[in-house]
């Protein structure tokens, strides 16, 4: 049965009152993360295999707080961060996702779209994995560590890195999976998600199907 129409405009301004305060507590946890000193996380660098990856890099940037992977991965694993990863996974998939897909696309500025999406597609294809990232996103480094602990050969494209080219890729990115978030990880030509959602890599390694994706894809060395 339907609902009366004040009864739906209210139910709409509901949900959209709901992704306003999601997306309000994400920015505010990002902002404590970018604010805390370094030294507010700790632990002892783990020791990881040789990487098989290469990487796409035009114009590398320091991180001036002084933050390395390992923090980032600290305040991943730390409530904080789960707060920021469950809230970044639920707007990934309301509303406000095509306001992130627009804002994406704005940021580009004008490029030749053909272009760019040719070379986007000859990163996935040319590759038996990719993973398109921001350098200093805890969970790209997440996903990129998973995949270094496996032994896989993939190529690692850090927007970030790339000034306008980056932002560019990315809003093809957006228009080809409708993901603004990074990573955004092909096996074999095939979008797998992120690190944790879409269906993201490690849930599909919690369901054994990792691995032989990769293998499949020629993507373990």
Known sequence: MALPASEGRQARYSRGHRQSRLLLLTVAAWLFYLARPASFVGGTPAQHPVSQRSAVVLSAEADKGGRTDEDRLEFMNSPVGQVVGAV?????????????????????????????????????????????????????????????????????????????????????????????????????????????????????????????????AGAMR
Do not use: H
Request: hydrophobic share 35%; net charge negative; with cysteine.
């Open 88 to 216: 970044a996974s639920a707007l990934s998939t309301g509303p406000l996702n095509e306001g992130k897909i627009w804002l994406a696309k704005t940021m580009a500025g004008d490029y030749d779209e053909a272009a760019v999406s040719a070379k986007l597609e000859s990163y996935i294809s040319e590759n038996p994995a990719v993973v398109f990232s921001f350098s200093t996103c805890p969970f790209c480094i997440k996903a990129k560590r998973e995949l270094d602990d496996l032994g896989v050969k993939y190529l690692a494209v850090e927007l970030d890195q790339m000034g306008d080219e980056g932002k560019q890729i990315r809003a093809e990115l957006a228009k080809k999976t409708q993901r603004t978030s990074m990573p955004n990880i092909f096996i074999g030509g095939e979008g797998v998600g992120g690190c944790n959602d879409g269906p993201g890599i490690m849930t599909l390694k919690s369901k054994g199907e990792l691995v032989p994706m990769l293998e499949s």
